[in-house]
């Protein structure tokens, strides 16, 4: 079946360090993957995209690698602070399914 | 600026009851999706609308029925609401699926309670 998986558990990371979340996704053949976040009581917010022929893309201290030979994506803030502390969503789009379908998000805490 | 708008923001339904959540964009953006939004499950798909007049089913349509009669308007409808309808709607839009402008901008979202 197909699955798209970001790790459940909440992460903690101290102030300063880099995050790194996780997307696996089995059984897709992804055009794309999108990262998005989401704070609580609102709607998602667009973060970045990368395409299946792309191996990196960057935003400001965001980083998002795409290895469809894992078949995963990683997803970087650099220099994390508190204000980054928010749930990140990855989703994905194949042109088998055409349509966009999310992972369940990661939570990121940012310890001052 | 508005982007997406969903109405109401919240709302209390008794089992049985009927509404209809309101979505609309003003980005003239070609597709809608209605997704809900539960612990533990993630964003999941009920709707989604591909432009003025048409919809195609996501991956928890049942129970659900949308229109899209104006390119910047997509309604969800529940007929017969239960409580396994609790959770929070989020409507979103994009300009395409594919090429330039494909990511997602979403509404507040509407949370829905059926006792």
């Known amino acids: 079946s197909q699955k798209i998986e970001q790790n459940s558990e909440a992460l903690n990371i101290q102030e300063g360090k880099t995050a790194t979340l996780t997307c696996n996704y089995t059984?897709?053949?992804?055009?794309?993957l999108q990262w998005y976040r989401q704070d609580p009581g609102r709607g998602p917010v667009f973060l970045l995209l990368?395409?299946?022929?792309?191996k990196e893309k960057r935003k400001e201290r965001l980083k998002v690698t795409f290895d469809t030979t894992l078949k995963q994506s990683l997803f970087h803030i650099t220099a994390s602070q508190p204000a980054d502390s928010a749930t990140y969503l990855c989703a994905l789009y194949s042109f088998r399914d055409d349509k966009i379908i999310f992972g369940k998000g990661t939570r990121l805490h940012i310890l001052p | 600026n508005a982007g997406v708008t969903q109405t109401p923001k919240f709302r209390v339904l008794k089992t049985g009851q009927s509404m209809t959540l309101l979505c609309a964009q003003d980005m003239n953006h070609e597709y809608m999706y209605w997704y809900r939004q539960d612990p533990g499950m993630g964003l999941r798909l009920i709707h989604y609308?591909?432009?003025?007049?048409?919809?195609a089913k996501g991956e928890v349509p049942d129970g659900y029925n949308v229109s899209r009669l104006k390119k910047q308007n997509f309604l969800l409808g529940l007929e017969s609401a239960a409580p396994s309808q609790t959770s929070v709607y989020f409507c979103?839009?994009?300009?395409?699926?594919?090429?330039?402008?494909?990511?997602?901008?979403f509404g507040q979202g509407t949370r829905l309670t059926v006792v």
């Open positions: 609308s591909v432009g003025e007049g048409t919809t």
């Open positions: 990368i395409r299946e022929n792309e």
């Open positions: 059984n897709y053949s992804p055009a794309y």
């Open positions: 979103a839009s994009s300009y395409s699926l594919t090429g330039q402008g494909t990511e997602a901008f």
